[in-house]
């Protein structure tokens, strides 16, 4: 079946532009994550939802950073008045929550966002 | 000090090796811990998942967590080419959702190499 998509792949900005980034969990899955990679390092969590709402936004770094999941399945990473710093990969993963591996998170491809 | 430490490496080893990876943590409220492995370019892949201390198997790989040492380790024997790719350890303390499914907490990834 379908992974875990994430759209664009790429995505190039200028700083101080706003950018959404955006990420379809396998179907189902009551979960959904966004993590931030930056160059030889490990994924650092942002955000956690169950279902439509937040459950765990303690990673998000600062109110320039937004994520909503209206209707429990596509989310949407909002970030706002780029800066350079913002420069990394962004994942997404998604996990069940109930049955056969149900503590699992699936990862997407992420998303690469440069901030020129 | 961060609270997952783990070698980024490079490690290289000759083909057929036994590879011994690990990280060590700080937090002691993490009861779950995770290996992923993660090509370039890709998003993370979950190769082991063990809840508390002990040991776990499956095929070529064994996850072993020492909770009184806040150490864990990954072992893959045989090693293969197609092996090589970056290892991340991640846990969580499973705060907000049961088995662990809280947004993880991830080690830099240690750059493993198979050499043919």
């Known amino acids: 079946g379908a992974g875990v998509s994430q759209t664009p792949s790429n995505k190039v900005t200028e700083k101080g532009k706003y950018v959404e980034l955006r990420c379809d969990p396998i179907s189902g899955h009551t979960a959904l994550y966004w993590y931030r990679q930056s160059l030889g390092q490990g994924p650092e969590f942002l955000i956690y939802?169950?279902?439509?709402?937040?459950?765990?936004d303690s990673g998000l770094p600062n109110d320039r950073f937004f994520a909503v999941r209206p209707e429990g399945s596509v989310s949407t990473l909002k970030i706002q008045r780029t800066e350079r710093g913002d420069s990394a990969v962004y994942l997404c993963?998604?996990?069940?929550?109930?049955?056969?591996?149900?503590?699992?998170?699936?990862f997407g491809p992420g998303t690469r966002l440069t901030v020129l | 000090q961060k609270e997952v430490e783990q070698d980024p490496g490079p490690l290289s080893v000759p083909e057929g090796a036994i590879v011994s990876l690990n990280c060590t943590y700080s937090?002691?409220?993490?009861?779950?811990f995770m290996w992923y492995r993660q090509y370039s370019r890709k998003g993370p892949e979950l190769l082991m998942y063990?809840?508390?201390?002990g040991n776990k198997e499956d095929g070529r790989f064994t996850a072993q967590v020492d909770k009184s040492s806040k150490y864990i380790s990954l072992f893959i024997r045989d090693s293969q080419p197609s092996d090589s790719a970056t290892y991340l350890c991640?846990?969580?303390?499973?705060?907000?959702?049961?088995?662990?499914?809280?947004?993880?907490?991830f080690g830099k990834g240690t750059h493993l190499i198979i050499q043919p």
């Open positions: 937090n002691s409220a993490f009861q779950y």
């Open positions: 063990t809840y508390s201390s």
């Open positions: 993963a998604s996990s069940p929550l109930q049955g056969l591996n149900s503590n699992e998170q699936f």
């Open positions: 991640a846990m969580s303390a499973g705060v907000y959702s049961g088995g662990g499914a809280d947004g993880l907490t």
């Open positions: 939802f169950q279902g439509t709402g937040a459950a765990d």
